[in-house]
């Protein structure tokens, strides 16, 4: 697997700022948390397990399926408190590479959702800055979440 | 793959008791099936296709991929009225094996359901005894279906 | 893989017209585009990634799992407007082979939806002349739909 200037590859999702806005019964839900994800170095949570090489496939190459249980954290830092785990899946799903599929859960697992999920599913096109994506569903406090996006 | 105690798999939602609310123009269905998933025994309904060490690897380890066609029934026993097939995937996305992150349809072929459609997607941490998904989505008599859970 | 006819292999959801309603404030929007999907030919837009014997196994094979990153046009005409792509996966979801479980997303990259996307999953039993899929959710100008097919 190709490593960007370190061993320390925060690949994708690292730190992005997940802003969610929730329309719950006509109020709205403002929710910032951030996903660490990390493909190798000391503390790896995403593995390619699929692609067209086989599970070795390079994450940068289009078909390649990775595995993530990624640290969810109340602030930008790792270090900042963990509220969830991102648990799911992503694939590489643009011809040059360039583009991710997304399908996980939030599960929270401390803080004022602890207990609670969020659906996710989206497109991850990351030579993009900024990134939309859906939550498609979610249980306990977000069971009757729609409309939302982060 | 690890078999724990017989041959005979019925891995990880066998039975489940899946309760479902369709809140649906604002009348709520209440709905009941069992998923019956055996990875193993003389009808095997799911099968493991990828991992990090390809297509053979345990479904208990973190990453495996795992396809399903499995039978849904009306009552818990597999040989109750067949109502259905939930068919999909599913992959095991917790670091320690213990947990699954599901995606799949449930395609009701009988019973008053039948031509309709549910979309499933959410995380089976499989240590609990209770675990609630949510449905995504849903075709014919669940077109309109939002904010369930099951 | 099994090619039938030709070495030109428009396989499963090929110019497929795919109508769609947004349930969108009480307003309903109507969509017509076409997802063209080749696993072979000159512009392969799908390959086979995962599956019971591995990368290569055959797309008719249940397991099987191809990424996709196809492109969608305005008219069933491949040469017509292209106005975004599909990307994401499926998975042969079926034990006979004849079914496919869908999760992708709609980028509109071009027309009066570019910047929007739509996320969609859904089974397709592509023996069946007509299929029906949701739309679990979508970003932009689509941000709040729901209750949606296609």
Not at 75 to 83: A, F, Q, R
């Amino acid at each position: 697997m190709y490593i960007p200037n370190s061993s320390f590859f925060p690949l994708i999702i690292v730190a992005l700022p997940l802003l969610y806005w929730a329309f719950n019964f006509r109020k709205q839900t403002k929710l910032a948390f951030y996903v660490h994800d990390y493909l190798s170095g000391h503390d790896i949570s995403a593995i390619t397990v699929a692609g067209k090489d086989g599970p070795q496939t390079s994450v940068l190459s289009f078909g390649t399926i990775i595995a993530v249980d990624d640290p969810v954290t109340e602030g930008p830092d790792l270090n900042s408190k963990l509220i969830g785990r991102a648990q799911g899946m992503y694939i590489n799903s643009q011809l040059d590479g360039k583009g991710l599929h997304l399908m996980f859960s939030i599960i929270f697992t401390d803080g004022i959702y602890k207990g609670s999920t969020l659906e996710i599913q989206g497109a991850d096109l990351f030579a993009m800055k900024e990134r939309e994506f859906s939550i498609v569903s979610g249980t306990g406090y977000f069971r009757f979440v729609r409309g939302e996006q982060f």
